[in-house]
């Protein structure tokens, strides 16, 4: 950003001119923001891209299944170990009555008895549990609407001395949503909260931490309004994770490019007489480097276009959407509150005309001064620390969650999940569907019903085309790897029979979507770096620099993955990790801890035109350390609020990414990263050079200035 261009967005008249702007936006977009939950689509199956056989199996269906059904299993089970008449015939009268709840399809209950005569199951032989189906159709967002549809269950299904579950996919779903229902305004306090503690503690000013919040609430106004309008009118598919990752990061890089521009303004301040002069200097030195930063993570987040999943593809326009807002509010509406306000606002510590930068003897100028006499071993070193954590990554397991496993606490659903497989009983919510040519039907029935786990066949029935299916329930929980194996081995088995058979349902969809998340971390990983590397190299004019650059992100990250695992595993005692846990870490790991380095080197190479590249090295690092530390400590708090979610996968990326961001804030930009420009000078440009420092004036001898005489 140009100086002149700095100065016209704070200018006198224009300042007032950026103010209204921005409520007005924030008025519009926030009203349609405030709708976003409405537009969100948690169902598993849209996650999927056409070509997963799943999701052809739901377009062969079309016609016989409406996709959005959602089967619910009312689990009943007598405590003290047996069903009686009156009881079993209270549960036939409540099927009658679950008959009537709204989005019950025509037929959609299927009492015990009825079950039991098809040979779907409906009691257990020990006659302690009972199982009425229940299927629900409330459209495409009906997934939203299952958390009434379950309370309108439990109120009909009481009956004295049985305990009631809801399982199935049902049961699964209200699980879901319940686990997410207000979690948005809730994080957002949460997060706001800790943000503002933060910068109390860091601005150690009464007044100065409203206006990042302001801009933040701002930036998330905007940016969640934008988001509603893609999902609703561009088919960006927006859930409930999404979500909530949005306004995460929307407030966490808000404020971390909030706490660079209002240090570089407070040091200018103290140059500049007039506030305007100062902050237009202050964007035009700190612009590029937020601009920068704010570019690396919108092109990560972009790179997520490249899944074949669904809803990692619509994280990366949504997220992409927050942070581009986010950067021109903090580069627009910040600016304009910070000088209005004028320097009153940093009370009680006023960066008056003309005193002394306060961090020229502060930690970070102690550390440099510890990191300056022997920085080839100070960067062997650390190197050698963060790849010995990396060796963590061995205990990491991506295999997938089980239905049980994927929530931080047991949930009803797994309960009910139990109680059938410990009375012999299938979930016949959630089966196979196979789909084959009809003279083949038969055929493939039988290899399919031969596999371990899979239950009885229903009866063929056409769809038109030359082609019939069947369903055939699965033993076991849907998301389990053991499911997955069946649903692997029930399509080589079928496939035997004849290629062109389709084998879906909703354990093939976690099958998939394990399938898709594995391929999208192996490309996705690979041009998110390379993304990375041209963005360094065009902001620093080198090689060398960004290729080092990166080397330290990247052991940041198997070093933060790596001791994550090791607490996943041995202290929260979570069974794994979702397929999609790695390429989630590493996307926001590199693109925001690189902007950590992107601070610091943008003042290095600022500083080498001057001084020199080791001296500048020193400079940067004390100039910079105070507000990088705050940062840091900003987006890990942050991130770690995803942990107040009952969802294992969020609570897994929020610690992972908070760790990486420490280790990034901590270690590699104050000691790695100033260690390796220390130790290298000048040659960190390669192939460029730094710009040479202007030669001392000489002095009334005729000697260069601060030369002793002869």
């Not at 009906?142 to 009909?156: E, T, V």
């Not at 990061?249 to 500049?272: N, P, S, W």
């Amino acid at each position: 950003m140009h100086r002149q261009i700095a100065g016209r967005l704070t200018g006198r008249v224009t300042k007032w001119l950026v103010l209204v702007a921005w409520l007005v936006a924030a008025g519009g977009l926030g009203t349609l923001n405030a709708k976003l939950a409405d537009v969100q689509n948690n169902e598993a199956s849209s996650w999927l891209p056409g070509s997963a056989e799943s999701t052809q199996v739901i377009d062969a269906l079309a016609s016989q299944m409406d996709p959005n059904q959602i089967p619910t299993l009312v689990v009943y089970e007598a405590d003290d170990g047996t069903l009686t008449a009156s009881e079993k015939q209270a549960i036939g009268e409540q099927a009658q009555q679950m008959a009537g709840l709204d989005g019950v399809i025509d037929a959609g209950v299927v009492p015990p008895e009825i079950a039991a005569k098809a040979g779907m199951g409906g009691y257990s032989d020990d006659g302690a549990v009972a199982v009425t189906l229940v299927t629900f159709d409330f459209g495409a967002n009906g997934w939203n609407d299952m958390p009434d549809a379950a309370k309108g269950l439990r109120d009909i299904a009481q009956i004295d001395g049985v305990t009631v579950h809801l399982a199935g996919a049902g049961g699964q779903a209200a699980d879901s949503a319940e686990a997410f229902e207000g979690i948005d305004t809730t994080l957002v306090l949460i997060t706001l909260g800790v943000v503002i503690l933060i910068l109390l503690l860091t601005y150690r000013s009464p007044m100065l931490w409203i206006l990042p919040i302001v801009s933040a609430v701002v930036a998330l106004s905007c940016a969640g309004g934008i988001v509603y309008l893609l999902a609703k009118y561009a088919d960006v598919t927006v859930n409930g994770q999404s979500q909530s990752i949005l306004s995460i990061l929307v407030i966490g890089a808000g404020t971390d490019y909030a706490l660079l521009l209002t240090a570089r303004y407070r040091e200018e301040l103290r140059k500049h007489e007039d506030r305007h002069e100062a902050m237009a200097v202050a964007l035009h030195r700190a612009a590029p480097a937020i601009l920068a930063s704010a570019g690396t993570v919108v092109l990560g987040m972009l790179c997520l276009l490249l899944a074949e999943l669904n809803s990692t593809a619509g994280l990366g326009p949504v997220n992409a959407v927050g942070v581009a807002v986010t950067f021109l509010v903090m580069v627009t509406l910040l600016p304009a509150l910070l000088v209005i306000c004028g320097r009153w606002v940093f009370w009680p510590k006023r960066p008056a005309f003309g005193s002394r930068e306060p961090n020229e003897s502060g930690l970070w100028a102690k550390v440099g001064a510890l990191v300056q006499p022997h920085p080839r071993r100070v960067w062997i070193l650390t190197s050698g620390l963060l790849a010995l954590a990396c060796l963590g990554l061995f205990t990491l397991n991506t295999a997938g969650l089980s239905t049980e496993d994927t929530f931080t606490h047991e949930t009803d659903s797994v309960k009910g999940q139990k109680v059938l497989l410990e009375h012999g009983l299938l979930d016949t919510s959630n089966t196979l569907q196979v789909v084959a040519a009809a003279d083949d039907i038969d055929e493939v029935a039988a290899a399919v019903a031969g596999q371990p786990g899979v239950g009885t066949p229903s009866a063929a029935r056409p769809i038109g085309g030359g082609r019939s299916f069947f369903e055939a329930p699965i033993a076991g929980d849907v998301a389990s790897a053991a499911t997955q194996d069946v649903v692997k081995q029930a399509r080589v088995v079928a496939h035997r029979v004849d290629d062109a058979t389709l084998v879906g349902g909703w354990p093939a969809v976690y099958y998939d979507t394990k399938v898709a998340s594995d391929r999208d971390t192996e490309v996705i990983i690979p041009v998110v770096l390379s993304l990375v590397m041209l963005v360094l190299v065009v902001l620093l004019r080198s090689v060398l620099a960004p290729v080092l650059l990166i080397g330290t992100v990247v052991l940041s990250f198997g070093a933060a993955l790596g001791i994550s695992a090791l607490l996943f595993e041995y202290v929260f005692g979570f069974a794994g990790s979702d397929p999609g846990f790695p390429l989630f870490a590493f996307v926001f790991l590199v693109a925001l801890g690189i902007d950590y380095n992107i601070f610091l080197m943008t003042r290095v190479r600022e500083e080498a035109a001057q001084i020199g590249t080791r001296a500048g090295a020193l400079v940067a690092l004390r100039s910079t350390g105070g507000v990088i530390t705050s940062a840091g400590l900003v987006l890990a708090a942050t991130f770690l609020t995803l942990a107040s979610i009952p969802f294992v996968f969020l609570v897994e990326l929020g610690v992972a990414v908070a760790l990486g961001v420490l280790l990034d804030t901590f270690i590699v930009r104050s000691v790695l990263v100033t260690a390796l420009a220390l130790d290298l000078g000048d040659r960190i440009w390669w192939p460029g050079r730094a710009s040479t420092p202007p030669a001392p004036a000489a002095n009334d001898a005729g000697e260069p200035a601060g030369t002793m005489p002869a």
